[in-house]
C-alpha cells in the first residue's frame, strides 16, 4: 500500500478554530467583570479586548461650562495644591471662568503686566525690534503653534525671519519654518546629564564642533515670512582666533575668523540687503574652547519669537542655566517678554501629589526673574492632554489641577497667565482634535499636529491683538 506524506499529517485546523472561539469567550468574559474583582484571592488587573477598535465619544462639554474645581474635587490628586481661586479673600479679585483662555490674565501689581510689551511693539514703526523669549516644551517643538503664531504677528507688525534657530535638532525634519542640516557636532543640554560640559546658552544647550563640522539653513515658503533673511548673528565663545569657512545662497565660500572675547559671549554677524539670502552654509574645525550657542536669522526692525523648546523639559532643568551668561546673551537680544510654558511632562495619570511639582515651578520661576530681572513674565499653562480610565479616553485629571496650581503660582508672583488649557477648547480638546480629519492632535493625545497647531496658535495670536488693541484704547483715553 502507498502511503503519501500529506495523508500522514494530521489536521489541526478545526482544533486551531475552537481554542481561538475559547479564548475569545474566555477574555470576553474577563472584560465584563466589574473593576476590582478578584480570582483565587488575585485581583485582576480591569481589561478591555475591545478597547482599539471601540468608537469613543470625546466630552461635548460647551466652554463657557467648563470650570476649574476645587482642589478637593479632583479624583486621583488627593493631595494636590490647587487652592480655590473663586473665594473673596484671594488678595487678587476673581476671574470668571468663562474668561479663561480667552484672555491674558494679568496679576501684576497696578494690572499693567503687557505695557512694556506693547510700547515696545508701537516702537516698531521707529526702526525697534522687539523679541520674544519662549522657554517650552515638546508641546511646542519644531515650531508647532509657534510658526504660525510667530508668522501671524510678524505680519501685522513687522519682521522676516524665522529668529533664533539651533546648531543641532531632534526636529529638524518636523520643523516647516527652516530646514536644517548639521553633521559632526558635539551637542550638550540641560535635559542630557554630562559631568563634563561647557556653559549652557540661552536655548538651554550648547554646541562644540569636530573635525569637519557643517551646519545649513534654508529658508521655506510653508509661512510668509520665513524663507529669507537680511542679517544672521551667530553666538560663540572662544579663547582664541578661529578660522570658518561660510557661504550665502550661490556665492563663493569666503574665509572669516570668530575672536576671542575673554571667554564671554561674542557675536559674528553678516548683514545683507532687501531681499536677503535665503541659504546659509558654515564649516568648522575642531577647535579647542569653542562653542557655538545659535544663529538668529532676522531682517531688521520688527517682531520676532525666539522657540527655546525643549523635549522632556518640566521647568526645573531651567535652574541650570548660569544667571550671569544668560544676562551676557540678553545684553544682545534685549527680550521684551519671557514666556514659559512646561507642564505636559508632569501630567500623568498616576499623579496623586502635585506639591513637588508646584515646588520645582516656585524655583524656576525665581530663577527666569534673576536671568531675565527687568522683563515680564507670561506663564502660559499646560494644555489638553487624554488617557484612558478604564475602556475610555478622558482628560488626564492632572491636566487641569496643574492649570490650577500654574495659575496661582502666577498669581503669588505677580506674573501674567494665559490658560492654554480652556484656550485649546477644555477639557476632552485631544480626543476631539485627534478625531478630526486632517488630524488636530497626534493619537498619543498629548501633542498637536501641525494642523492643530495652527488652530491654537491664531486663536493665541488672536488673543494677543486684542490685548494690544484695549491697551491701545486706554493709552489714547489718559
Known amino acids: 500500500m502507498r502511503i503519501t506524506f500529506a495523508s500522514q499529517m494530521k489536521n489541526y485546523i478545526n482544533q486551531t478554530l475552537a481554542f481561538t472561539a475559547l479564548l475569545i469567550i474566555l477574555l470576553t468574559g474577563v472584560s465584563l467583570l466589574p473593576k476590582g474583582s478578584t480570582l483565587f484571592m488575585l485581583q485582576l488587573r480591569e481589561m478591555d479586548i475591545f478597547s482599539e477598535i471601540r468608537v469613543i465619544k470625546p466630552s461635548t462639554t460647551p466652554l463657557q461650562d467648563l470650570k476649574t474645581p476645587p482642589r478637593d474635587t479632583f479624583e486621583n490628586v488627593s493631595n494636590a495644591q490647587t487652592p480655590n481661586i473663586y473665594t473673596e479673600n484671594s488678595p487678587f479679585p476673581a476671574i470668571d471662568p468663562a474668561f479663561f483662555g480667552n484672555i491674558i490674565e494679568d496679576y501684576s501689581v497696578e494690572k499693567k503686566g503687557l505695557d512694556s510689551f506693547f510700547f515696545a511693539i508701537d516702537g516698531i514703526k521707529k ?3 522687539v523679541r520674544v523669549a519662549w522657554y517650552g516644551d515638546s508641546f511646542v517643538e519644531g515650531d508647532v503653534l509657534i510658526g504660525d503664531l510667530r508668522d501671524t504677528l510678524q505680519t501685522r507688525w ?8 539651533p546648531i543641532t535638532s531632534e526636529v529638524a525634519q518636523f520643523r516647516r519654518t527652516i530646514r536644517q542640516q548639521f553633521s559632526h557636532w558635539n551637542t550638550y543640554s540641560i535635559v542630557k546629564k554630562s559631568l563634563v560640559h561647557p556653559k549652557l546658552g540661552l536655548n538651554g544647550y550648547a554646541y562644540q564642533p569636530q ?12 509661512f510668509r515670512n520665513t524663507h529669507s533673511w537680511t542679517n544672521a548673528r551667530l553666538f560663540y565663545t572662544a579663547s582664541a582666533p578661529c578660522n570658518f569657512d561660510w557661504h550665502l545662497d550661490d556665492q563663493m565660500v569666503q574665509n572669516d575668523q570668530l575672536t576671542p572675547k575673554n571667554n564671554q559671549v561674542n557675536l559674528w554677524r553678516w548683514d ?4 536677503g539670502c535665503k541659504y546659509l552654509n558654515l564649516r568648522f574645525n575642531a577647535e579647542n574652547d569653542l562653542t557655538i550657542y545659535g544663529t538668529a536669522l532676522e531682517s531688521g526692525p520688527g517682531f520676532y519669537l525666539d522657540n527655546f523648546s525643549i523635549r522632556g523639559n518640566s521647568g526645573g532643568q531651567l535652574k541650570l542655566l548660569n544667571t550671569d551668561f544668560i544676562q551676557q546673551f540678553n545684553k544682545f537680544q534685549q527680550y521684551d517678554l519671557i514666556v514659559l510654558q512646561v507642564g505636559l511632562n508632569a501630567v500623568t495619570n498616576s499623579l496623586d501629589n502635585i506639591q513637588w511639582y508646584e515646588d520645582e515651578l516656585e524655583g524656576t520661576l525665581k530663577h527666569l526673574r534673576d536671568c531675565f530681572p527687568h522683563q515680564p513674565i507670561l506663564i502660559i499653562s499646560v494644555g489638553d492632554r487624554g488617557g484612558k480610565n478604564g475602556t ?6 492632572s491636566a487641569p489641577a496643574i492649570v490650577a496650581m500654574q495659575r496661582t503660582v502666577a498669581m503669588r508672583h505677580g506674573f501674567l497667565f494665559f490658560d492654554l488649557f480652556h484656550g485649546m477648547g477644555g477639557e476632552g480638546t485631544m480626543v476631539r482634535f485627534a478625531m478630526q480629519n486632517p488630524r488636530l492632535a497626534n493619537t498619543d493625545y498629548t501633542h498637536l499636529t501641525h494642523e492643530g497647531g495652527q488652530v491654537v496658535g491664531l486663536k493665541l495670536a488672536a488673543i494677543l491683538l486684542e490685548e494690544q488693541q484695549k491697551w491701545a484704547s486706554n493709552k489714547s483715553s489718559r
Do not use: D, I, N
Open 158 to 165: 513687522g519682521g522676516r525671519g524665522v529668529g533664533f534657530v
Open 272 to 275: 545683507g540687503k532687501y531681499p
Open 211 to 222: 573635525e569637519g563640522a557643517s551646519l545649513t539653513y534654508e529658508g521655506t515658503r510653508y
Open 127 to 129: 526702526g525697534r525690534t
Open 392 to 397: 475610555e479616553l478622558v482628560t488626564m485629571p
